[in-house]
């Protein structure tokens, strides 16, 4: 596609279900990035691939977060035993290279009731 | 004290006037983002700077390393550029963005 993608745009989801957040970066981009924004709170930076690494995964609020990308395009960012305060919109971005603009994908919405 | 303050938080202004954002930063960095957040959500990125001033229509983007501060400056303002403008900076040696708290830009016709 011509954008980042995100999938689901919408997720709704018990407290301690496990959710699992995709994102379709610009095709040929080789940075891809994390982020969330709580309700009227700031940009978190949460974890960045260049390539199929991520160099620093410090960003990531806690042990039940982690993110994968493979084939250096499709990434996953997995939440286990999701928490209440969770509950953000988790934006994807991705760039050419490192340090260049970024693309910013719709975003997905995550509610845990 | 936040390592990225931005100023003005609020900003209201009329029509075709003259625009500038702040953003000092307390910390060596290799880059600084400035980015636009829509009042929908989206957001789009407007400059990566690492030195110097970089132009794009009516938004111009400068950076002072030595004095660890950007400006975004927005000429001819118009409401559709109302929006949260936020200030990002990837800092030495630590492999994340670290953003400002943003400024609410609201043109008035």
């Known amino acids: 596609g011509a954008g980042v993608s995100q999938s689901p745009s919408n997720k709704v989801t018990e407290k301690g279900k496990d959710v699992e957040l995709r994102c379709d970066p610009i095709?040929?981009?080789?940075?891809l990035y994390w982020y969330r924004q709580s309700l009227g709170q700031g940009l978190e930076f949460l974890i960045y691939f260049q390539g199929n690494s991520a160099p620093d995964k410090s960003g990531l609020p806690s042990d039940r977060f982690s993110a994968e990308r493979t084939g250096g395009s499709v990434s996953t960012l997995t939440i286990q035993r999701t928490q209440q305060e969770d509950s953000a919109v988790y934006l994807c971005a991705s760039s050419s290279q490192e340090w260049s603009t970024q693309y910013f994908g719709p975003g997905t919405r995550l509610t845990v009731l | 004290k936040n390592e990225v303050e931005q100023s003005p938080q609020n900003l209201t202004a009329q029509e075709g006037e003259f625009i500038t954002i702040n953003c000092s930063y307390s910390?060596?960095?290799?880059?600084l983002h400035w980015l636009q957040q829509h009042p929908g959500g989206g957001i789009v990125s407007l400059f990566m700077l690492s030195s110097g001033k970089k132009k794009h229509g009516r938004l111009i983007a400068t950076i002072n390393i030595q004095e660890k501060h950007s400006s975004l400056h927005i000429t001819a303002s118009h409401p559709r550029d109302s929006a949260v403008y936020i200030c990002a900076v990837w800092i030495f040696g630590n492999e994340k963005l670290t953003f400002g708290t943003g400024t609410r830009l609201t043109i008035i016709p």
């Open positions: 095709s040929g981009h080789t940075a």
């Open positions: 910390v060596g960095i290799s880059a």
